[in-house]
């Protein structure tokens, strides 16, 4: 059964503390992973999408990466405004065939303090 | 990426009552999903919303309890039916375009009393 984990639950950080999420997988043939930023309140806003191992997506202060197992979201010098629940998810193949099913983790809640 | 709204945001209501919550997206879309969201839990895959045929549910959830239609490609609804405090929860909507990847409505919030 597909699974993904994520660790830490929450995460506190200083302003400029760069640091990092992760997300452990397991999927019958990987199609992709994605990365979700969540406010509260609000639904999750798409950030990147992985497609194979050694990958990586950069946007701002935010950095993405795939192996195998797991995928990374590093933090560089985070602001405030960085502050939410991050996201990931997976989606495999289901019987060999496709599927538009994503399975979530329950996210790390990341507070940036100033 | 498509922009898309749901109606309501929130809502309160009764024990064995039934509120239907309307996804709007702008433009049209291939595919439309419905997910749940309870507290403290991942994101759940309910159903996918089929323009023109029934929806396709996942494992634990039925049309007798979560029926969804989709008229067209820009619209769909999701009917939370007698309803129970356990169905308090966020509520999603979500369309697929071209790739992979889904974007998501801004959620409904349910609470059952």
């Known amino acids: 059964e597909d699974q993904v984990t994520q660790s830490p639950e929450a995460l506190r950080l200083q302003e400029g503390e760069s640091s990092s999420l992760n997300c452990s997988y397991t999927?019958?043939?990987?199609?992709?992973l994605f990365w979700y930023r969540q406010d509260p309140g609000k639904g999750p806003e798409f950030l990147f999408t992985?497609?194979?191992a050694g990958e990586e997506k950069e946007k701002e202060r935010l950095k993405a990466t795939l192996t195998k197992k797991e995928s990374f979201l590093h933090i560089t010098a985070p602001k405030p405004e960085d502050s939410a629940t991050y996201l990931c998810?997976?989606?495999?193949?289901?019987?060999?065939?496709?599927?538009?099913?994503?399975?979530f983790g329950t996210g790390t809640l990341l507070a940036v303090q100033p | 990426s498509a922009v898309i709204s749901q109606k309501p945001s929130r809502d309160i209501c009764q024990r064995g009552t039934s509120l239907t919550i309307q996804c709007q997206v702008d433009?049209?879309?291939?595919?439309m999903f419905w997910y749940r969201q309870q507290p403290g839990q991942s994101l759940t895959l309910i159903a996918t919303?089929?323009?023109?045929?029934?929806?396709?549910?996942e494992s634990g959830f039925v049309i007798d309890k979560f029926p969804i239609s989709r008229p067209n490609l820009t619209f769909s609804t999701l009917t939370v039916s007698n309803m129970s405090p356990e169905d308090s929860s966020i509520y999603l909507c979500?369309?697929?375009?071209?790739?992979?990847?889904?974007?998501f409505g801004p959620g409904t919030r349910l609470t059952v009393t």
């Open positions: 979500s369309v697929k375009q071209v790739g992979y990847e889904q974007y």
């Open positions: 999927v019958s043939g990987l199609r992709g």
């Open positions: 992985l497609y194979s």
């Open positions: 998810a997976v989606l495999g193949l289901l019987y060999g065939g496709a599927t538009n099913k994503l399975i």
């Open positions: 433009s049209q879309v291939t595919m």
């Open positions: 919303a089929n323009q023109g045929s029934e929806a396709t549910y």
